[in-house]
């Protein structure tokens, strides 16, 4: 593998780490986990920060983060986001590439090892995910081109079984849990050629457990109450993206090594 100095993450919430909490509540997620990966993985010494702020749009990410991670001078850079685009009213294409495009190549001209991924096809996560997957295959295709385009390093999500086992993913029906955000971690740092990470998308033991049919309908009534009519509320009074919400690593700080 490379050997790296600085490693910034920019994003939504999936790279803020929603819904995988350490010890005392906060959000960890696949980004730290990775972070501490690197580190074990390496002699030198290796330094993280993190800007990420949830709900935030693509063209959001590049205003508010992207200037931001550059300016700390990472050798490696995660860019990731686009589901808040397509699961809104209206998704703007040819501003998510365009997006993407500036972000992935200007990065990759500086000599920046750049990194991603797409998601799996989203019809098993909740009730709209037939809804959404049209718009989610799109999003992939863009960052798919984009990745191509600039030597962006994909992980795509789409291609492994694992990645639509339910037992990866929070009640919310968008976000990874614990284990998610574990094997995300796992799926980067193999991505990165960093040994020992071979076998991170190897079934789970067992099948998942599959409720019938009235359960189902039960649990999906109390997923539109819980989570996505609290989502909707939030839209119609505009509520502004990533309110009140502050990036949880704003300066690189060093990475400890655990093993």
């Known amino acids: 593998m490379s050997t790296y100095r600085r490693y910034v993450a920019i ?11 350490d010890q005392n509540g906060a959000y960890r997620g696949w980004a730290d986990r990775l972070a501490e990966h ?4 390496q002699d030198e010494p290796f330094e993280y920060a993190n800007l990420a702020i949830r709900s ?10 992207y200037e931001a991670a550059l300016s700390l001078e990472p050798d490696l850079l995660s860019i ?8 809104g009213p209206c998704p703007d294409y040819g501003q998510l590439a365009a997006d993407f495009d500036v972000m992935f190549g200007t990065a990759a001209d500086r000599g920046i090892t750049v990194f991603t991924f797409v998601m ?3 019809t ?32 795509d999500l789409s291609q492994f079984e694992l990645a639509t086992d339910p037992r990866l993913w929070y009640e919310d029906g968008l976000h990874g849990n614990w284990l998610g955000h574990t ?10 050629g960093i040994d020992g990470f071979d076998h991170w998308a190897d079934p789970l033991p067992g099948p998942p457990r599959r409720p019938h049919a009235l359960e189902k309908i039960g649990a999906d009534l109390d997923w539109a109450v819980r989570w996505f009519g609290p989502w909707l509320g939030r839209g119609m009074v505009h509520v502004p993206h990533g309110k009140g919400v502050l990036p949880k690593r704003p300066l690189p700080e ?6």
Do not use: C, W
Not at 11 to 19: F, H, N, R, V, Y
Not at 56 to 65: F, G, K, P, S, Y
């Open 56 to 65: 935030l749009r693509v063209h959001e990410i590049r205003q508010t983060q």
């Open 254 to 259: 060093l990475v400890q090594r655990t093993h």
């Open 11 to 21: 994003g939504d919430s999936a790279t803020e780490g929603l819904q995988d909490f």
């Open 120 to 122: 799996p096809d989203p």
């Open 183 to 192: 094997k995300m971690a796992e799926a980067f740092a193999h991505l990165l």
């Open 124 to 155: 098993f996560l909740n009730p709209l995910g037939r809804y959404a997957r049209r718009r989610v295959m799109i999003l992939n295709d863009i960052v798919r081109a984009a990745a191509a385009n600039t030597g962006a390093l994909l992980l």
């Open 38 to 41: 690197i580190a074990a993985a």
């Open 80 to 87: 990731t986001g686009g589901v808040n685009d397509v699961i």
